[in-house]
């Protein structure tokens, strides 16, 4: 089975600052890749799939990009609403593995 | 609005089984993918089981594989899971999760990413 991991597995930035967070599939999976944000005690929320389309209603600081075994989420300008775990999932064929997470929050 | 309302979580002992439902509402149920994804405490989260609208084609996790079987009635706008041979790190809350109408499950292939949720049912498996 295809492995996902994530890096870093957590970060810490300041209100504004530019975040990137990467994905990286043990194989080839093209562009079929989603990341959820998950705030505390909160349920998990698409925010973007097929490595870049933003879900309608995601703010538009929120962005990917990537293809095959590569990708990163990008948050342009942190909020402080952000802080959260950041996953990202592939879905090109089941099992539909999750990466691990990012702990993203405020410096 | 999409609505999915998951319940039959609780405490059980190792060996025992429990059926998670979810009740699904403000979308056509039957036409949609549908799945269950799992988070043991402070941890990630894991795919558990995913079915096509028709639930003709069913996908299983090797974790699970064997031991839980997922189901749906479309006239009843319910997806289930039938959860047996519970083991201790089974122990997690279980999501309900809904595909978007691009992704899909067939007999010989699914590819589904997950756009609405449910808050999740607590499974705990305990002596």
């Known amino acids: 089975d295809i492995q996902m991991t994530q890096s870093p597995s957590s970060l810490s930035a300041s209100v504004g600052d530019r975040v990137t967070i990467t994905c990286r599939a043990s194989q080839g999976i093209s562009n079929y890749l989603a990341w959820y944000q998950q705030k505390p005690g909160k349920v998990p929320k698409l925010l973007i799939y097929?490595?870049?389309t933003l879900q309608s209603g995601v703010p538009s600081r929120f962005s990917g990009s990537g293809s095959g075994t590569d990708f990163t989420l990008t948050i342009s300008s942190l909020q402080p609403e952000d802080v959260a775990t950041y996953y990202c999932q592939k879905y090109n064929s089941a099992p539909f593995t999750f990466g691990p997470g990012t702990k993203v929050d405020i410096k | 609005e999409v609505q999915l309302l998951e319940s039959g979580g609780g405490l059980v002992q190792p060996g025992g089984s429990l059926r998670l439902s979810c009740a699904a509402s403000g979308f056509t149920f039957s036409s949609y993918a549908m799945s269950w994804v799992r988070q043991a405490p402070g941890k990630g989260l894991e795919w558990v089981s995913a079915?096509?609208?028709?639930?003709?084609?069913?996908y299983y996790a090797d974790s699970v594989k064997g031991r839980f079987t997922i189901s749906r009635d479309n006239s009843k706008n319910t997806l289930y899971l039938q959860m047996n041979s519970l083991r201790a790190e089974d122990t997690a809350v279980y999501y309900c999760?809904?595909?978007?109408?691009?992704?899909?499950?067939?007999?010989?292939?699914?590819?589904?990413?997950?756009?609405?949720w449910g808050q999740g049912t607590l499974v705990t498996v305990s002596s």
């Open positions: 999760a809904k595909s978007p109408l691009l992704g899909y499950c067939s007999s010989t292939s699914c590819s589904i990413w997950f756009d609405y």
């Open positions: 097929a490595a870049s």
């Open positions: 079915i096509s609208g028709s639930g003709g084609s069913t």
